[in-house]
């Protein structure tokens, strides 16, 4: 079994990140940068056929390339987490995050969640909420998706992509031509 989600990774932007991050007083743990990412949609635990459907799926899906601005800072007081992410985005991002949330709905997978807050976890495992953090101001030029496998590791856990897809805009196509 894999722990499985789909993010949209941060390539180039990583490192500006985790600067900023680490210039902010965050409570709790740092999120290593190489695990830094923009999650669309969290499945959990899958089995290999599982994971064959959400590749052959995610082969399928059609998005335009995507400027996400990094403009607002949040807390999610279950998960302990603070995050980054945009106050406004692009609603190809929602219908995109949601389309794979579904799909992985109906062969099993995810938590349940509803709605969606496009986000980039900085600071986890934190005691208390972050006091007031001055919003970064970044852009995230995604060009690609990919399915990432969280595995553990005895230096913590680390994002591995098992497969990337670009962003492309559907190809609207005429018969005859």
């Avoid at 403009?71 to 219908?95: H, I, M, Q, S, Y």
């Avoid at 938590?111 to 995230?140: C, F, M, W």
Wanted: glycine share 6%.
């Amino acid at each position: 079994m894999s722990r499985l989600f789909f993010a949209l990774p941060l390539d180039e932007l990583a490192p500006q990140l985790a600067t900023w991050r680490d210039e902010q007083p965050w409570p709790g743990q740092a999120v290593p940068q190489a695990n830094l990412h923009l999650t669309l949609a969290f499945l959990g635990e899958a089995d290999a056929q599982q994971c064959a459907k959400l590749l052959a799926m995610a082969e399928r899906k059609h998005c335009p390339p995507l400027s996400i601005p990094l403009d607002r800072t949040g807390w999610f007081g279950r998960a302990k987490a603070a995050w980054v992410g945009p106050r406004e985005w692009p609603n190809e991002l929602t219908v995109l995050a949601l389309a794979l949330r579904r799909h992985g709905e109906r062969i099993g997978l995810g938590n349940g969640e509803q709605g969606y807050t496009p986000h980039i976890t900085v600071s986890r495992k934190a005691s208390a909420a972050p006091a007031a953090v001055p919003a970064p101001d970044l852009l995230l030029q995604a060009t690609r998706f990919c399915l990432y496998q969280s595995v553990s590791t005895e230096h913590g856990v680390s994002y591995q992509p098992l497969a990337c897809w670009p962003l492309t805009p559907r190809v609207k196509t005429t018969d005859g031509i």
